[in-house]
């Protein structure tokens, strides 16, 4: 995770950013992100990036690379705007052993916010169409040797994979159809059974519900309805709530918020 000291909306590249420019409350964004980091530190060790002045969405570390076993293929961003975190993610993985593979120079690839490994069925799910290029699906499943499944978004309030769908432990699904084309939402119906699918309404899916973290039997998330959580808990989990109104501002919520390595 990384601390939000220099968190902000300083410019719009997803719809949510848009009339948020200076609007976000520092001092309540300090005290989300320790509320999730505090819920996320009872079930995982945290290891922190340090921030960095004029890289605002450097909080969102799910996009600084997919890190599986040992090996990360670091991003590329889409926006220029983001371009500059790439330095600090590759210096963190550096430092931490990990073995570095970067995306060929013409692809875009937005990290584990688009790169969703499945535990189990251990594949990735790789979401395309705004930021992360279609063509890093076979280079994903060569370097980490697991099938990975292209996934188109048509919505672009859900530009990230991990936007609207959200593989969970026991292989349930949490995810907003509305948000693939039909191909793509067709792909996912035959590989994840019917008793599996936890399709999230509209009002469910703009408060970030599908971008959850689930650690051991723990659902955070920002909110969801009391008809999702009685949905989670037949799925034996437990949704916890970590209120992150600041970081919707810009586009993310918890699963955003965190890498997991
Ligand atoms: N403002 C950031 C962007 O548009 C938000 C990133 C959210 N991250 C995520 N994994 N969905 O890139």
Redesign the pocket.
Known sequence: MCPPDFFGVSYV??PW?EGQQGHTDAAEAQAQWTGLKDLIARHADVSLIMPHAGLP?LV?T??AGLALEGKVLLSRFR?PQ?RGEEHWWRAWFEKAGYEIITPPEELCF?G??DALFDEARQTIWLGHGF?SDQEMAPLAAKIFGRETVPLRLIDPRF??L??CFCPLPDGALLYYPAAFDAPSRAEIERRVAPDQRIAVDESDAIKFCC?AVALDAMLVLNDASPALEAQARAHGLAPTRAPLTQFMK???AA??LTLRI
């Open positions: 590249i997803n950013m969405d969102f799910a996009n926006r983001r937005e584990a916010g930021r530009y990230h991990d936007t971008n810009a586009g993310g699963k955003c």
